[in-house]
Every structure is written in C-alpha cells, then in structure tokens.
C-alpha cells in the first residue's frame, strides 16, 4: 500500500511574492516617473504665455477700468490687454507678476490685475491670487483686498517724478511684508507699463550716447586703502542719525492720536537709531571697511553685475528687526533708486564680525546686503535708504513712518567709459546671438534661465536626491525589511542635506506656520 503524502513548495511561494511585489513595484516607479515628466512639460509649455493670459477672466473688466465694454487683444510688444469703451481704447490691463517679482511672505508670487489709463493713471486694482498665510494669524482677507483697491486713482506719473514715494504706505498690521510686496509691486509694474507705452507723456529710458559712468576698477593693481574719517567725510559713507524727540514729533505730525498717546520712552537727546550705509562694491570702500579677508569673499558672494551695501546700526531701534527670521524678507529698509526699488531676502544678507577701520566707531548691527544683477540698480547713480519705523498702537495694531538716507558714491571712486561704436556693438551682438542660437535662444533669453543652465548640474543632483526620497516614501516597506539599510540610508541623506544642501547650496529648510 502505497502512502501519498502532500509536499507544500514554500519556496515557489515566496518566489511568486517576490516577483508580484517587484511588478507592483514597477508599477508604481513607471507612475511616479511619468508624473514628474508630465509636470515639467506642462510646467514648460505653461512658461511662453504671460501670466495675465490665465488671470484675465478672474476680474470684472468694468471694475479695472470704469466704462470698459469689450476687451482687445493682448498686445505684441508688452504682456498688456488694450480696453475698449464704445470701440475705442479707454484703458489697459496687465498682471503685475508679469513685469516685476512679487514673491511675498510665503515665497510665492502676490498675482495683482491692474489697470491705468492714457494719462498714466490707475484706474483699478484687484488681489486675484496669494499663498500669505494671513489667516492663520487672524488678519482678514477682505483688510487686504480693502488696501489693495484704494490704489485706484494714483497717478503714476507723479510717482514717477517722486521715485515712487508720491503716496502714503498703508499698511495693515500684521501683513507688513505682504503689503509692503503688493505696494512695491503695483508701484514699479505700473511705471514699466506707462513708460514703456508712453503713458502720460513718460517715455522709455533711453541709454545715454556720450561716456557711461562705471565704479572704478583696479585689474592686476592694488586697490588703495583709506580710514574710516575720510570714507566719512567725502561721503562714501552716509549717516542717518534719529533721536527719541526726532522720532516722537515724526509720529505727532501724522495727526494718529493713537502713536502720539504712546511715545517712545527715553530722553529726547536719546538716540533712536544711528544708521550708517555704504556702497561696498566700490573697491576701495569695501576694502578699507571689511579688511583683505572679508572684501575677497565679498568678491567671490557677488556675481557679474552683482553690488553690495553695507549697513550698520545701533541704538533703540533695529534696522533688521525679527520679520526676516520668520519670513526671510527684511521689513524695516528698501532701496530705492528712480523706479526701482529692492527688498532683501534672507538669501541676500550675510553678518559682518566687524571692521577693519581701527577709527570707527562701535555699531551693533554690521550687515552686507547683495543687489541683483538683473533689478537695473545703476551704483553710479543717486539712490537710497528707506526705514521703516514701526510704533505699536494697541493689541494687534501698529501705526509706520518712514525715514530716507540718502546715498551717492562719489566721484573719485567712479570713472567714465566710452561706450563701443554701433559697428562694434552690431558685431558683439551677431557674436552673441550666434551663440545663443548654438545654445537654444529660448533658454538663454533671461538671466534667470541662464542662472538655472549654469547650475544643472546642482539642479540634476537635487532633483535625482528628491526623485530618491519619493521612491523611498513610496516603497517604505520594502526598505524597512533592512534595519541597517534604512539606518546608514537615513544617515546618509541627512548628511546631504547638511552638507550640500546646507553649507554647499546655502539653502535652509523654515517652517513658516505649523
């Protein structure tokens, strides 16, 4: 008699598992693969058209420009729509992100819809999209929108003429950066669009014919040094000097009962604030005030076309304040020349140990701050300093005023260079425009995207780490079958983030809200 005995295949088992588990696996690498190329197609074909195109339906047109009846079509040369009123143009419309950066608090753009007429008026405003995170700290959206249509009526050319300092700052408490972006914002994108269609009797800036001015550039010398006494009796270093008394009769003068019932304490002889500013990419300014040491690396932070302000402070009243440590934007200074004005991030700023004049004075606050290449800053040219002094005027609500420093380099550290024939400059473009074209023109067209082709490699190895991370996210399970694995792989990726993405990109990681 013969016995039959079942005999299981456990192995054949466990080899079926293993191959279902590595097709689904598969399967979910092919999806995740196939999202992250659809969004950089979509992302990339979503980046030719301006931004208006996607905002205009969002506004009632008539609410931009009173009387409009019909809306033309985007014009050629600028991302503007002409407005019709009984077929005649009445008016135009435009998206502020579309001519200047608008990042806000968040770091993402504030999306503002504007109008002006042909006078150079504005003639309506609307918030359409933002990422601040005012609600969560109990600021009402409709305060925003509220601030942000009284812009209606402002006329541009008189902020033109005045540098963009014509009207009064409005600002909601609480929201500072957020107004203060939307502010500079509509201000400089509505100057662009009337100079550039020649609103109002503004025309476009025209590059002057005769010698060009430059900072004075010291090739294989050596840039001289000076002292603290002399930078500051020619003027290369400008001071803004406030007491308690100064700062308490600025408040009493904007008729606010409220700022005047709580004045700064301390002796009117106190000092409020001793500001000092300084342009730094002058090389003899930056070294006799950073020293050998600091004015190399300060060569090496900036890029080509890039300059650097240096700005100190003591006294009551802080300059820098805490915003940027939360938001990384600096809420208290701007720097302001003609229509351009620059707000500084976080990403712009580097501390200063001290100087290297043995004759200057002891400051509190030593900080250098990058002016961009691209923001059309002209270090040759007169510009200044805003301040912004807060005064708290109840629970929630404060009360600002502003105070300018002036600032002109002088001429010894400038010098005058004779622009190139329009023969010459013809050939340099044809050269240019030859190798745009072996390039590809369409990335090569702005800085920012020559920014992003001179760093892809850095861009290739943080997408490859992020591609990583979310494979791992999504195979967890299978990962967490090796303890050692996952330990020296956790290791490993922290010690990325710390390294390249810490010390070598200079990024960090903030939490805004939790």
């Known amino acids: 008699m013969s016995l039959a005995i079942p005999v299981s295949t456990p192995a054949k088992a466990d080899v079926s598992g293993v191959f279902a588990a590595v097709a689904a696996s598969r399967s979910k690498l092919f999806l995740l693969v196939f999202l992250i190329v659809a969004w950089v197609v979509v992302c990339w074909a979503a980046r030719a058209e301006p931004l208006i195109s996607g905002f205009i339906n969002d506004v009632e047109l008539s609410e931009i420009v009173p009387g409009a009846d019909a809306l033309g079509p985007i014009r050629d040369d600028v991302p503007v729509y002409d407005v019709l009123s009984n077929g005649k143009v009445s008016g135009y419309v435009f998206l502020t992100s579309d001519f200047v950066t608008t990042t806000g608090y968040s770091g993402k753009p504030i999306h503002v819809v504007m109008g002006v007429d042909p006078d150079g008026r504005i003639t309506g405003v609307r918030l359409v999209k933002h990422s601040e995170p005012i609600v969560l700290v109990g600021i009402p959206e409709s305060a925003i929108r509220e601030v942000t249509e009284k812009y209606a009526g402002l006329d541009l050319v008189e902020e033109a003429k005045s540098g963009g300092s014509a009207h009064d700052l409005d600002i909601v408490s609480g929201a500072t950066v957020t107004i203060m972006v939307i502010d500079d914002s509509i201000i400089r994108a509505g100057l662009k669009v009337v100079r550039q269609l020649g609103l109002g009797g ?22 001289p040094l000076s002292d603290w006494q002399t930078l500051d009796g020619d003027g290369s270093l400008r ?59 300060l060569r090496e932070w900036l890029a080509e076309g890039e300059h650097a302000i240096l700005v100190l ?131 090569l067209s702005h800085l920012w995207k020559r920014i992003w082709l001179q760093k892809r490699f850095e861009v290739a190895a943080l997408v490859a780490a992020i591609v990583v991370l979310t494979g791992v996210f999504f195979f967890q399970m299978q990962v967490t079958r090796s303890e050692r694995f996952t ?28």
Do not use: C
């Open 202 to 223: 503004l025309a476009p800036e025209k590059e002057p014919a005769g010698p060009q001015r430059q900072l004075v550039e010291f090739n294989g010398g050596s840039v």
């Open 239 to 297: 001071a803004l000097r406030l007491d308690v008394g100064q700062v308490n009769k600025a408040f009493e003068d904007t008729g606010d009962q409220r700022a005047t019932a709580r004045p700064e304490k301390g002796a009117p002889e106190d000092i409020f604030i001793d500001m000092h500013l300084a342009l730094v990419s002058a090389p003899e300014i930056g070294r006799t005030l950073l020293g050998d040491d600091e004015y190399e690396n």
């Open 313 to 443: 402070g003591r006294g009551k009243y802080s300059f820098k304040g805490s915003g940027y440590v939360r938001g990384g934007i600096f809420d208290r200074i701007q720097l302001i020349q003609g229509d351009v004005s620059v707000r500084f991030f976080d990403k712009m700023h580097r501390r200063l140990g001290r100087l290297a004049t043995a004759d200057s004075p002891s400051f509190t606050e030593l900080d250098l701050f990058k002016i961009p290449a691209d923001i059309g800053f002209d270090p040759t040219e007169p510009f200044r300093l805003q301040l912004l002094v807060q005064r708290a005027v109840g629970a929630i609500d404060k009360t600002f005023i502003t105070f300018d420093l002036g600032y002109r380099v002088p001429d010894r550290h400038v010098e005058k260079v004779t622009p190139a024939s329009p023969a010459a400059t013809a050939a340099a473009e044809s050269v240019s425009a030859g190798a745009m074209e072996r390039s590809d023109p369409d990335q």
């Open 487 to 514: 330990y020296w792989f956790r290791i490993g990726f922290l010690a990325f983030t710390l390294i390249v993405l810490g010390w070598y990109a200079n990024a960090q990681l903030s939490v805004v809200n939790v």
